[in-house]
Nanobody, 115 residues
Framework: EQLVESGGGLVQPGASLRLSCQAS????????VSWYRETPDKGREMVTF????????YYADSVKGRFIISRDYLKNTVYLQMNSLKPEDTAMYLC?????????WGQGTQVTVSS
């Protein structure tokens, strides 16, 4: 049972990236799947989540209107579409899947926004 993130990279301000979080060994459909980001100075913050059972989602104010979380049930994958990226979006992005006693984290994918 694991999560694997991908899709990070170095981009210029204003660019877009799509991150992927693929689960193996378990089914995402009953989990709350979240994206967090982490930097040395700000620590870890929740960016967004999607609730597999209720279908609702949440976005931090800092990314609202720019980031979109979505899921592909067939591929057992959750995506984070990031648009209009800013230098302050630079961070290690981590995926989390939570369902009561089960709590999985991926290793993260680095996003760097710089001109």
């Amino acid at each position: 049972e694991q999560l694997v993130e991908s899709g990070g990279g170095l981009v210029q301000p204003g660019a877009s990236l799509r991150l992927s979080c693929q689960a193996s060994g378990f089914n995402f459909s009953h989990y709350v799947v979240s994206w967090y980001r982490e930097t040395p100075d700000k620590g870890r913050e929740m960016v967004t989540f999607i609730n597999g059972l209720q279908g609702n989602d949440y976005y931090a104010d800092s990314v609202k209107g720019r980031f979109i979380i979505s899921r592909d049930y067939l591929k057992n994958t959750v995506y984070l579409q990031m648009n209009s990226l800013k230098p302050e979006d630079t961070a290690m992005y981590l995926c989390n899947a939570y369902a009561g006693a089960k709590d999985f984290w991926g290793q993260g994918t680095q996003v760097t926004v710089s001109s």
